[in-house]
């Protein structure tokens, strides 16, 4: 279905002459795109032909498919307006604005708390709309005003500027669900980081599609944006502005963790804003690390080294000698991932440098609890395996599954399959699905796509032996994995 039509859309025709796409190719992209999202879509050229010059606006999800289609050809996101679908939902702006006033940039993040809990409340939330919408592009202006840039002045809020932002966000219909402005302190600070705390646990126990990590993006919602839109000193609001970037970027990985890739480039984004808000430039390399790793994931490997070394530089005489040990290591991932094996080399030697001077006594964040020898063991190995060197990939494996704990039990998976995967190139078939068995069996207690697409990619490895009984009863036990990630 389309709406009525408004005369010739011409930007849209420019623009996708611009990118060099046919209507049919929009039509059969969009479609795609669409299929991605489970939605059923039978565009055709001439439903393009009728976007452009009759200005029909489809309806539902296709606007944003449209411009998803048009930013993966360009390279860069698209937004509506640009293609003359301005009046259709907005969603694929929020949360995408690094802005560098401080009120505007409480404003973008607590929209974006606003609008993915309206979504998830009337189900499936706002990134079903937004397939294939994420341009690793759009990481550029945040990590270059970081850069320049890691803190804001002052953050201190007087109650009058609280009550008319309030009062605003009111009218326009983005502050309904924060109620009146409050003056803040550091007991409000302390639930957010005990909240933050929580969340952590429990991602790295049940996966980040677990219910209680889902809770993140409400606790967002709910406790830190009315928290934000108060009243608060300059010392106050740089603990809560930090505090809150914690459980942003939480959200962010957590979205990643389960194929949200698009939630997560926007939570990401805004976890960085509020850094600097905080003046913490630790945190800001940590959340650059994970822009890093989403980058290296979704196959912009160059992206993902300029992003590591970004919040490397920055951190130098900042961050504690384990946090710039973890800079390096998700630096070496990312040049694994380019084949640059001399240059994965060197970061990797540099981060088990970094974590040798590391010692119990070290003011290390909260959020880097989880980082340790076992941890980075897991990465190295990952990195040999994207290098094919199988016998590091053997020897960094086995530290890493050296010590094996329940709180780390999704880290304890992945490991599980990166051994399979070694063993596998090594010629040894039978450990390889044995240790793919043990793989599927932890992938089944948690909730995360991502361990479900290393269980995937393992099965594809094995299919040239797939005749192999031991690799039928493999692929048997992951049916219900499988079928349960779509």
């Known amino acids: 279905m389309s709406r009525e039509p408004r005369g010739p859309n011409e930007k849209l025709g420019t623009v996708l002459a611009l990118a060099g796409i046919s209507n049919a190719g929009l039509a059969r992209r969009v479609n795609d795109l669409g299929a991605q999202r489970g ?4 565009y055709d050229k001439t439903s393009v032909a009728r976007w452009v010059s009759k200005g029909m606006v489809p309806q539902g999800a296709a606007p944003h498919l449209i411009a998803a289609a048009i930013a993966a050809k360009l390279g860069r996101p698209v937004p509506l307006h640009e293609i003359g679908l ?33 979504g998830r409340r009337g189900g499936g939330g706002i990134w079903q709309s937004l397939a294939g919408s994420f341009s690793v592009s759009a990481y550029s202006t945040p990590a270059s005003r970081w850069l320049i840039t890691p803190a804001d002045s002052s953050v201190a809020r007087e109650p009058q500027q609280a ?31 005990e909240a933050a705390d929580d969340a952590r646990r429990w991602d790295s126990k049940y996966g980040g599609g677990d219910w209680r990590s889902s809770m993140v993006p409400e606790c967002l919602r709910v406790d830190a944006a ?3 839109l108060g009243s608060y000193s300059d010392e106050v609001g740089r603990a809560l502005f930090g505090a809150t970037a914690e459980l942003t970027r939480l959200a962010g990985w957590m979205a990643f963790d389960t194929g949200q890739q698009e939630a997560a480039q926007r939570y990401y984004i805004q976890a960085l804003r509020l ?11 940590y959340v650059l690390a994970s822009m890093s790793l989403q980058a290296t994931y979704r196959g912009f490997a160059d992206e ?3 992003l590591a070394q970004a919040a490397l530089e920055r951190n130098r005489g900042l961050a504690t000698a384990r946090a710039m040990s973890f800079f390096r290591l998700v630096e070496a991932r990312a040049q694994a991932k380019a084949g640059d094996g001399p240059a994965c080399g060197t970061a990797l030697k540099a ?4 974590l040798e001077r590391a010692r119990p006594g070290d003011p290390d964040p909260s959020w880097l609890d989880f980082y340790s020898q076992e941890r980075f063991a897991a990465d190295a190995a990952e990195c040999y395996r994207d290098l094919r060197v199988p016998r590091q990939v053997q020897r960094f494996t086995e530290q890493a599954l050296a010590r094996p704990t329940e709180e780390f039990v999704r880290s304890h998976g992945l490991r599980l399959v990166v051994s399979a995967v070694a063993e596998l190139e090594s010629g040894n078939l039978d450990a390889a699905c044995a240790a793919g068995t043990r793989a599927v069996e932890v992938a089944g207690r948690i909730s995360s796509a991502r361990t479900t697409e290393y269980v995937r990619d393992l099965l594809h490895r094995l299919e040239p032996y797939g005749n192999e009984p031991r690799v039928v009863e493999l692929r048997e036990r992951a049916r219900p994995l499988l079928l349960a990630h779509g």
Do not use: M, N
């Open 226 to 228: 009315p928290l934000l």
């Open 351 to 354: 981060a088990e440098g970094w």
């Open 275 to 285: 850094a600097r808000a905080a003046a913490d430039v630790p945190l800001g390399g």
């Open 304 to 306: 993902g080294v300029d």
């Open 86 to 118: 301005a009046d259709a939902d907005p969603a694929p702006e929020v949360g995408l604005s690094f802005p560098r006033d401080i009120g505007q940039a409480v404003r973008s993040a607590t929209e974006l708390y606003r609008l993915d809990a309206a």
């Open 39 to 42: 939605l059923t879509l039978r």
């Open 163 to 193: 009550a008319r932002e309030a009062a605003t966000a009111a009218a326009s219909g983005g502050g309904a669900d924060c109620g009146l402005p409050q003056r803040v302190g550091h007991s409000d600070v302390t639930k957010l980081r």
